[in-house]
């Protein structure tokens, strides 16, 4: 969907101060992480950082992380909710490994600054590369900058304390970003084809499900949690489904759970998970959803289940 935005040449600042932050510390602790998830954390060195999934034995996605390095410990960033079942999660195979994890969800909120200047907004001179991070002090307060591009353009996570972020934002609209809300942010999230653990992604999920195989799977890291299933679904070639972002027409309006019918076969093909109106996009709809294989190539034309005339369009992953 190539819809005009005006939004995507201003820098926007939505609060996002409830997503789950974990620190973990210890000597042990990329070496410990490595092994639970899908992504090359060993070879991270301080100042970088990558996606990654959780995966239980089987495959299946227990979560969906940013990964930070700093010199003195690893952070993990995620949807709200999450600190209690990753920690418990991972702390089931912490035995004699030199490894503490550490909630720090209750003390930490972040902003999410973006667009295409944002960096030089907020004085990142060299750029950061993604998923990159760097410490810096404004206010009297240290804070963390992290690179992630979760809405299709350049983004960077801004964490600190609660106070620091309040004052931070007032700093920032002074100086003319715009203040986005959540009912944007979710739109542009769903435009971007970006994922929401537990809306978008569960444990029912196998990882490469989720279409960010590149993103956030090494298939050269050595052994993990999970990952002979993952192993062996790359050596077939194929899922059965995958995430797709889908663009309705003005006055469709499905909700999570639709089930989408292939348009002129009426097989079934998916259902949708996330769904949002975009209003610059003179009435169209943004969705997200599992589609069958072979009914998830961009341009192939879907339905609701129980209303023939309301159609959408399968759209491209974005790389």
Sequence with gaps: MSVENPLHDCVVVYDLGDRTQIEITGADRAKFL??????????????????????????RVLGHLFVFATSSSLWLDTVPGQEAAIIGHLDRYVIREDVNLIGKS?????????????AQLLMLDEGLAMYGNVTREAFGNP???????????????????????????QSLMAIGCINGTAEEFEARRIEAGFPVYGRDISDENLAQEVARTRQCISFTKGCYLGQEPIARLD?????????????????????????????????????????????????????????????????????????RDARGTVLAVLE
Excluded: W
């Design 235 to 307: 050596a077939m070639g194929h899922t059965n489904r995958e995430l797709r972002r889908i663009a309705f027409g003005p006055g469709c309006l499905p909700v999570a759970g639709t089930i989408l019918l292939v348009a002129d076969k009426d097989d079934e093909a998916g259902v949708v998970t996330s769904v949002a109106p975009t209003p610059d996009a003179k009435g169209m709809i943004a969705a997200l959803g599992y589609l069958k294989t072979k009914f998830n190539g961009e341009g192939t034309q879907v339905r609701i289940a129980t209303e």
């Design 106 to 118: 209750k003390d930490h909120g972040e902003l999410l600054v973006t667009g295409t200047h944002a």
């Design 34 to 59: 490595h092994g639970f998830c899908t992504n090359d954390i060993q070879s991270l060195q301080p100042g970088q950082g990558c996606e990654a999934f959780l995966t239980n034995i089987k495959g």
């Design 143 to 169: 804070f963390d900058v992290r690179r992630v591009d979760m809405l299709n353009q350049p983004g960077f996570l801004i964490s600190g304390g609660s106070e620091f972020l309040q004052t931070m934002r």
